[in-house]
C-alpha cells in the first residue's frame, strides 16, 4: 500500500510563489514517476509536471519557467515551486505516483489534492 500526503497550498497573490510538497511512503519500487496535476476550476484534470525515479523531469507547457519539480529520493518527497504564479495557475493540485511492481503491474496512487488560489 502507498500513502500520498500533501502539503503546502494556499492563497497568493498574482506574481507570487508557492512551494507544494508531496510525501510518499509504503511499499516503493525503482520504475516510478512522481509529479502534479491539476484541475482549474470547471476543467479537467491537466498534467503539470513530473519526474522519474532516474530524475528526468517533464513541465507542462504553460508552467514552463515558471515551475521547477524536484525530488529528495532520501525523503521519498516531490515538490513543486511555482514562481510568478498567474491567474490560470489556480486550481486543485493533486499529486500522484505511479509505479511499476515486480510482477510488471502498473499503479498510480494520488494524494488528497490542495488548494492553489491566485488574487489578482
Known amino acids: 500500500q502507498v500513502e500520498l500526503v500533501e502539503s503546502g497550498g494556499g492563497l497568493v497573490q498574482a506574481g507570487g510563489s508557492l512551494r507544494l510538497s508531496c510525501a510518499v511512503s509504503?511499499?516503493?519500487?525503482?520504475?516510478?514517476?512522481m509529479g502534479w496535476y491539476r484541475q482549474p476550476p470547471g476543467k479537467q484534470r491537466e498534467l503539470v509536471a513530473n519526474?522519474?525515479?532516474?530524475?528526468?523531469?517533464n513541465l507542462a507547457e504553460p508552467v514552463m519557467g515558471r515551475f521547477t519539480i524536484s525530488r529528495d529520493y532520501a525523503k521519498d518527497t516531490v515538490y513543486l515551486q511555482m514562481n510568478n504564479l498567474k491567474l490560470e495557475d489556480a486550481g486543485i493540485y493533486y499529486c500522484?505516483?505511479?509505479?511499476?511492481?515486480?510482477?510488471?503491474?502498473?499503479?498510480?496512487?494520488w494524494g488528497q489534492g490542495t488548494q492553489v488560489t491566485v488574487s489578482s
Open positions: 509504503g511499499t516503493i519500487f525503482s520504475i516510478n514517476t
Open positions: 500522484y505516483f505511479r509505479q511499476v511492481d515486480r510482477d510488471w503491474r502498473d499503479h498510480t496512487y
Open positions: 519526474i522519474t525515479g532516474g530524475g528526468v523531469t
